[in-house]
């Protein structure tokens, strides 16, 4: 498959314009506001920190993971207070409740934290309307397709071994399809495929996600 852009130093890509990418561009632009306010990224990060302080809590110690999640904590603080001032009124118990959650990541408390970050989710609920469940429908196995090769592949080559970029076909296949489409939401931290001005509306969300589900990434690779 030819190659459609590079990333650049500082992480941005940089385009090479051809048809197929004019194309996709013109595809993806109605859904630039998808995520619909601070409510949306609140609940998305409370659902990616749910994932991986469960990780944690199942022995995975990796010094990586920590910091990933000591990051995310972070970024769920200012989300906290961002969706907070954007309500204007009520949501402030969630601003408590994530100041909880750090002082139990501080003090190693990761039972106690992984409790609060359910309660958390359990109030601020990712909304996967128009996403799941997912299905292998021939339009949307097609259009996942076309998102995969010109969003996904320079990156995320199926079947590449001692890389840190994961092969996304194996996640999608041991994950459950609601915690696959809140990876695909949450994207990569510095990075253009960060979902804070995530470009894909819920149906691309869903044609992508079933296509890394239900697809055969050998085939698709031989055929590179």
């Not at 130093?9 to 630039?32: C, D, E, H, Q, Y």
């Not at 292998?136 to 969003?151: D, E, S």
């Not at 320079?154 to 001692?162: E, F, K, L, Q, Y």
Request: aromatic residues 8%; positive net charge.
């Amino acid at each position: 498959m030819r190659r459609q852009g590079k990333v650049t130093a500082k992480g941005n890509l940089r385009w090479r314009f051809g048809a197929p990418m004019a194309a996709l561009i013109v595809m993806l632009a109605p859904g630039l506001a998808w995520a619909g306010g601070r409510s949306a990224r609140f609940r998305i990060e409370t659902a990616l920190l749910v994932q991986e302080i469960t990780q944690l809590t199942r022995g995975d110690r990796a010094p990586r993971l920590k910091e990933r999640i000591q990051s995310d904590l972070g970024v769920l603080a200012f989300e906290a207070r961002s969706y907070a001032e954007e309500q204007r009124a009520g949501h402030r118990k969630a601003l408590l409740e994530v100041r909880a959650a750090k002082r139990a990541f501080v003090e190693h408390d990761y039972v106690r934290l992984l409790g609060v970050m359910r309660g958390l989710h359990h109030t601020y609920p990712v909304h996967f309307h128009g996403i799941l469940p997912l299905s292998p429908t021939h339009a949307r196995m097609a259009y996942g397709r076309f998102l995969y090769q010109n969003l996904c592949a320079t990156c995320h080559i199926a079947g590449v071994s001692n890389t840190p970029v994961p092969d996304l076909f194996s996640m999608a296949r041991t994950q459950s399809p609601a915690d696959l489409v809140v990876q695909i939401m949450s994207g990569v931290r510095g990075t253009r495929a960060v979902a804070f001005a995530n470009p894909l509306t819920y149906g691309q969300i869903a044609s992508l996600a079933s296509f890394l589900r239900y697809s055969n990434p050998r085939i698709l690779h031989h055929a590179r």
